[in-house]
């Protein structure tokens, strides 16, 4: 019997810690809502500038040496993962950007962690946190209630407990140490009102406005026969038989077009780059980060990109690394081994400044060519670089 036997013997629960007046659902809901808050465009882009930047950032499990100091360690079999995925049906990519999704969307992240009799893990799988229902324990002690997605005509899976030690949680900003709250649910009106904005405007365009396109004018009074000629000959006009032909009005009449949206009507767009400012604010993305460039120029896009990695992307990773090697490594292991995403991976898209951050690097001392090579991929050098020409001040 292993130690995840013991747990699954405490099967009781106090009470819950999900339910429809609590702050640990997936965030506010509009009454007759069409459109999920998830699927808000500014929403949707900065999940993904967060979660799918993180996840395809080069992860590995990383040794403390001797000198403090954390290096590869390729004979941790953990490394596995990053390379073939955590389980059967995801990549590493995939399992790191699904959790980090939902604890930025629900404010948790859940994974089950599969295990052998020896308590090592030999796998992740991530859970939907929409299928979990959290528990606490007469012993104060957290479980995840959860029902395992089925797809299609599947038979569902029946409800199943993890406890402390079988699962990964990620969480967001907590109120009581317990769970994370979703931000959404923290800015609900924020997000409402963007969703109104954007349920609004599509009304008017589905509506051509509330107004007609055109208007017939006449000081004349008009029997019946003229209006019913006068409405089939319009009907004639509008259909494709009569497209680009000439209509000839009666009776004195006159063609007015009315224009389709007003003054205030055109204010709802400008609204809706508002409401995409708030949504990057919420989730500390600089907007041109989610393809908001109104106010962006060559010369501020690398420093707000270097904000966004300083502060969110760090945040994150931090996060992520801190749950994982909390959840997954051993007791013994935490002190020696660490899952560690590399930021640096971010240079891989900007060549000219990784390039120079080497040549500062080997000009003092911190880097040579063969390591250098090695991160790039390049057969080990075999002949020493000139020595740099340097000018006199």
Known sequence: MGIFDLFRRETRAVESLTGNANPYGDGWSVAAATIPHESHPAVQACVFAIANTIASLPATIKRRDEDGRFVDAPEHPLNDWMTHGPNERESWPDFAEAVISDALLRGNGLAEIEANGDGRATGLRFIPWRNV??????SDRIAMDFTRPAIGNAAAALQRRLMPGEYLHLKDRSDDGLLGVARLSRARQALANAVG????????????GGRPGSILETDEKLDND????????????????????????????????IEAFSLSDMEMVEAMKFHT???????????????????????NASQLMRFFAQTTLTAWSN???????????????????????????LLRGDPETRWEAYRIGLENGVLDPKTVAKIEGYPEPTVAPPARARQDA
């Open 226 to 257: 003229v209006i019913v000629r006068l409405k089939e000959s319009i009907e004639r006009y509008r259909s494709m038989e009569g497209r680009g032909k000439t209509i000839v009005l009666e009776s004195g009449l006159k063609w007015r077009d």
């Open 319 to 345: 996060k992520f690394e801190a749950a994982f090697n909390r959840a997954v490594l051993t007791a013994e292991e935490r002190g020696t081994y660490s899952l560690s995403i590399d930021l640096a991976g």
């Open 133 to 138: 229902s959290p528990m606490q324990t007469q």
């Open 197 to 208: 904005t954007d349920q609004h405007l599509g009304s008017l365009l589905a509506n051509n």
């Open 277 to 299: 400012v708030t949504v990057s604010r919420l989730f500390q993305i600089p907007p041109p980060i989610i393809s908001a460039l109104e106010n962006a120029s060559y010369s």
